[in-house]
Each structure stands twice: as C-alpha cells, then as structure tokens.
C-alpha cells in the first residue's frame, strides 16, 4: 500500500541517515523507483492541542529521504504493529466456517492488492511525467553548455546522458517475458526457497523488465526482456503463474545490463570467479555508454585538464560509479576488474561453483597468458586432486620401532657414563675446597656454556653456581 510522505513521522532517526547511500538511491529510484517499501506503524499523538494521525517510520529511513529528496508525495510502505508483526487484514466476519473464512480473506486481498496497483501505476506516471519534464530541461541545458565548450577547445565532448526513462508497475503475462544473455544461471535452490516464501506471503518485490523484441516462429515479435529478478520469475513459473507484478523501465541496451549487473553485486551470494564475470561485464557496458571514462582517453582528458583545455566534467570513473552504486570499496571493484579482464571467460566460467572457486586461485591464472590458462587450470585441478604420499603401516611401525630402541639405547649409555665418572667427580670437589686454583677451574668448568657430564656433576656443588 502507500502513503502520503508528509504523514510519515521520522523524529529521533535524523542523524541515522547515511549521506552517501542516500544520493545514491536517489540516482537509483530516479531510474528504477523505490527498491523496496519502507517499514511503519500506525502513530497517533497530541500536539500543541491537536490530535495527529499517521506512521512512525520502523526502517528505511535513507529511501524515505531520498523520495523526499526526488520530490514524491507518496511511497509504499509495509505496515507493522506495535511488536513488530507484519499486519493483519482488520476485518473478519464473526460467524464463518474455516473455508467461507479462507475464501473471504483471499478474495479481500485479491481487491486490495488489484486497488492498490492501480493506484500504484496512477501515482507512477503522475511522478514520472513531473519528473521528465524537469529533467529533460536541465539535460538539455547541460548538453548545449558541453557542446558550446567543447567547440571552442577543439574537444570532442561525450554523449549527454539521456533522460530517466518512465517506471511503470503493473501485471505482465509471464509467457511475454524473454530471458537473454543472462550471466548467472538461476540457482534451483534459491528458487524452492522462494516458491515457499511467495506461496506464503505473496510476492514482496516486483521483477523489472524492458521493453524489446524477440523472435518467435521465425518472426519477430514485441516481448519484455527481463533486467533483474530471475529467480522470482522462475518461482512464479514453478508456481504456475500467468502474470506477474513487474517494473516496466524504458532501459535498454548496455543501462539494462549495468542495472543487472548493479542487483547481483550487491548481494552477498556471489563467488570470486562471478564477481570477476559481472564486473568484466559492467565495465564492458559502462565504457561503452561514457567512452570518456576508458584508460587512455581519461588520461588525455586530465593532461588537457592540466593545461587548461579541457572540456565540461565528464561522467566519474568506472570504478567509483561502481563502488557507490553497489557500496563495494574501488579496490575490491578494481580487483574483480583485473581479474576478470585477465583470465579468458571460458575458464572462469568452468571454475564457478567449483573448489577452486577462490581469489587465491583466480589470481594463480590471471598471471598465466590467456593462452596458457586452459592447462594452467587442468594442472591446478590435478595438483589440489593428486593424493599426498603415505608411509604403508608395516613399513612406518618398523621405522617408529627402530627410533624407540635407539632413544632407549642413548638413555643406558648415557646413565652407565655417569656412574662411573661420580667417583672422579667427587675427588676433583675434595680438592678444590683445599687448592684455591682447582677450585677457580672447576667453577669455570660448571658455568661452560655447552657442560658435559662431569660439568652436570659438578655444578650442584660448587660454590656461587
């Protein structure tokens, strides 16, 4: 359901909002909407003589400032109790059987969920015409102002980024949903344990799609390509779903596959060999949309920056935009990159899900020639494969046997030495307590740093040792 963003109450959590992860959402919900609802609860109080209504903010204060921030009047919100239970439909007829109850409850929902997105979709393209229409002015000014600077310094300025395209939601056909060139194969899994979830509590998030088209029985025919959500769709299939709820975006191309890649690098699912493969990917897609951004020509770009001569500010790096996009720190970004520029997609793709799934691994072949990493892989297999060499049990109890009767061996003689040197011993002590000279020697012969039996014998008896 929703509700209007200035009945929503957030006293005491000002301080808890995160700047940086606030202006990335707004970037974020600016193309694609809200990511998830915020979490409330039913508030009531009075103030200043007057008795207000309306929700205590529970969770999700940075996505409320942000819609606040984008200029919304409403946002979606799951509403909570007092304990924290997500709630219940009010109403419940008093005298109805277990059936007529099931029936009354589900046909209830099945209205409100029909109302609420209807009026979803309504508010959707109210905002998102607002929005446009603001935005395209100020794209357009930006891209005179770039064209205008870069003629007079004689640099070729970027392609301005176009407008946020339109966010719609509404219930698609399953069956019009085309899967391609997806990286990540769906996890059988992730989708039992989802069909269980959207069987119980419905579907929490829509899926996001674009518009495309696709070829059918030799024809060609205008379909939706899915952006993110493979795994619900998957579900809601197994589920025997004909529709489901989906964010229908004006993305296409390489922004579709930067969102994709953008929703699996935010989780914490992944393996090192498919973080390699989708930052590889996000790279390829970024670089292609802001070709400033590549290595040598962002290098000449700073030169003339330098020297004065350069043109409007360009679109950031890739490995910031990837870092504050997915909340990653720019060396990890920068790793994945390396690592998946370096090692030949085939070879990282037979390592996914694999033991030697591991950045220690990885690392091993990025430094081998793309060439190479094909049997530089099959020898890692068979070196982590090869059993390590064993002592057979005769041979080891023999060698443990023979190490026992030399210990016991050393321990007799060394006992029988000192039998017969403690009557030596104990004439040299009688005679240093006469003779000062062989007394100064025998303490000498105590304190030697490497004493051999007769010092051993010695030391308990001479003075000061």
Same mark, same amino acid.
């Given at each position: 359901m929703q509700a209007p963003i200035d009945r929503i109450y957030s006293e005491g959590r000002r301080g808890r909002i995160n700047e940086e992860t606030v202006e990335s959402l707004v970037k974020s919900m600016a193309v694609v909407g809200l990511p998830a609802p915020i979490t409330v609860r039913e508030y009531s109080a009075n103030k200043n003589g007057f008795h207000i209504t309306g929700y205590m903010l529970v969770a999700g204060a940075d996505r409320l400032e942000a819609a606040k921030r984008l200029?919304?009047?409403?946002?979606?919100?799951?509403?909570?109790?007092?304990?924290?239970?997500?709630?219940?439909?009010a109403y419940r007829p008093a005298k109805l059987n277990a059936a007529d109850e099931i029936a009354a409850v589900s046909a209830r929902r099945e209205e409100q969920r029909e109302r609420e997105a209807a009026k979803r979709q309504q508010d959707a393209q109210a905002r998102?015409?607002?929005?446009?229409?603001?935005?395209?002015?100020?794209?357009?000014?930006?891209?005179?102002?770039?064209?205008?600077?870069?003629?007079?310094?004689?640099?070729?300025?970027?392609?301005?980024?176009?407008?946020?395209?339109?966010?719609?939601?509404?219930?698609?056909?399953?069956?019009?949903?085309?899967?391609?060139?997806?990286?990540?194969?769906?996890?059988?899994?992730?989708?039992?344990?989802?069909?269980?979830?959207?069987?119980?509590?419905?579907?929490?998030?829509?899926?996001?799609?674009?518009?495309?088209?696709?070829?059918?029985?030799?024809?060609?025919?205008?379909?939706?390509?899915?952006?993110?959500?493979?795994?619900?769709?998957?579900?809601?299939?197994?589920?025997?779903?004909?529709?489901?709820?989906?964010?229908?975006?004006?993305?296409?191309?390489?922004?579709?596959?930067?969102?994709?890649?953008?929703e699996n690098l935010c989780g914490t699912t992944l393996t090192a060999a498919e973080r390699a493969l989708f930052t590889k990917r996000r790279k390829w897609a970024y670089e292609a949309l802001h070709p400033e951004t590549r290595a040598h020509v962002a290098g000449a770009h700073g030169s003339n920056a330098a020297q004065g001569n350069a043109s409007a500010k360009l679109a950031p790096a890739f490995t910031a935009d990837t870092a504050a996009k997915t909340g990653?720190?720019?060396?990890?970004?920068?790793?994945?990159?390396?690592?998946?520029?370096?090692?030949?997609?085939?070879?990282?793709t037979k390592i996914v899900g694999t033991e030697l799934?591991?950045?220690?691994?990885?690392?091993?072949? @990025? *430094? +081998?020639? $793309?060439? !190479?990493?094909? %049997? #530089?892989?099959? =020898?890692?297999?068979?070196?982590?494969? &090869?059993?390590?060499?064993?002592?057979?049990?005769?041979? @080891? *109890? +023999?060698? $443990?046997? !023979?190490?026992? %009767? #030399?210990?016991? =061996?050393?321990?007799?003689?060394?006992? &029988?030495?000192?039998?017969?040197?403690?009557?030596?011993?104990? *004439?040299?002590?009688?005679?240093?307590?006469?003779?000062?000279?062989?007394g100064e020697a025998v303490h000498r012969l105590a304190h030697w740093r490497a004493p051999g039996i007769l010092a051993g014998l010695l030391r308990p008896t001479v003075k000061g040792a």
């Amino acid at each position: 359901m929703q509700a209007p963003i200035d009945r929503i109450y957030s006293e005491g959590r000002r301080g808890r909002i995160n700047e940086e992860t606030v202006e990335s959402l707004v970037k974020s919900m600016a193309v694609v909407g809200l990511p998830a609802p915020i979490t409330v609860r039913e508030y009531s109080a009075n103030k200043n003589g007057f008795h207000i209504t309306g929700y205590m903010l529970v969770a999700g204060a940075d996505r409320l400032e942000a819609a606040k921030r984008l200029g919304w009047d409403w946002i979606d919100i799951d509403v909570v109790d007092a304990d924290g239970h997500a709630s219940k439909l009010a109403y419940r007829p008093a005298k109805l059987n277990a059936a007529d109850e099931i029936a009354a409850v589900s046909a209830r929902r099945e209205e409100q969920r029909e109302r609420e997105a209807a009026k979803r979709q309504q508010d959707a393209q109210a905002r998102t015409a607002a929005r446009e229409e603001q935005q395209m002015g100020l794209y357009q000014a930006i891209a005179s102002g770039s064209a205008m600077l870069a003629s007079r310094v004689g640099y070729k300025a970027a392609t301005p980024t176009p407008a946020a395209p339109a966010v719609q939601t509404m219930m698609i056909p399953v069956a019009d949903i085309s899967i391609k060139d997806r990286i990540r194969p769906a996890s059988q899994a992730t989708v039992d344990r989802l069909v269980d979830s959207i069987r119980e509590s419905g579907l929490l998030h829509p899926i996001t799609i674009a518009r495309g088209t696709t070829i059918r029985n030799g024809m060609r025919m205008d379909c939706y390509v899915l952006v993110s959500g493979l795994h619900r769709l998957e579900a809601a299939k197994a589920l025997g779903w004909t529709e489901i709820e989906a964010k229908v975006t004006g993305l296409e191309g390489h922004a579709a596959t930067i969102v994709e890649c953008d929703e699996n690098l935010c989780g914490t699912t992944l393996t090192a060999a498919e973080r390699a493969l989708f930052t590889k990917r996000r790279k390829w897609a970024y670089e292609a949309l802001h070709p400033e951004t590549r290595a040598h020509v962002a290098g000449a770009h700073g030169s003339n920056a330098a020297q004065g001569n350069a043109s409007a500010k360009l679109a950031p790096a890739f490995t910031a935009d990837t870092a504050a996009k997915t909340g990653q720190a720019e060396r990890t970004v920068q790793r994945d990159a390396t690592r998946g520029a370096k090692i030949d997609p085939d070879v990282l793709t037979k390592i996914v899900g694999t033991e030697l799934d591991r950045g220690v691994v990885l690392d091993e072949l @990025a *430094a +081998a020639p $793309k060439e !190479q990493q094909g %049997a #530089a892989l099959e =020898q890692i297999k068979a070196s982590r494969s &090869a059993p390590k060499p064993t002592i057979p049990r005769p041979v @080891a *109890a +023999a060698v $443990k046997q !023979q190490e026992r %009767a #030399a210990h016991d =061996q050393d321990a007799r003689e060394t006992e &029988a030495i000192t039998a017969a040197m403690m009557p030596l011993a104990e *004439a040299i002590r009688r005679l240093a307590e006469t003779d000062p000279q062989i007394g100064e020697a025998v303490h000498r012969l105590a304190h030697w740093r490497a004493p051999g039996i007769l010092a051993g014998l010695l030391r308990p008896t001479v003075k000061g040792a």
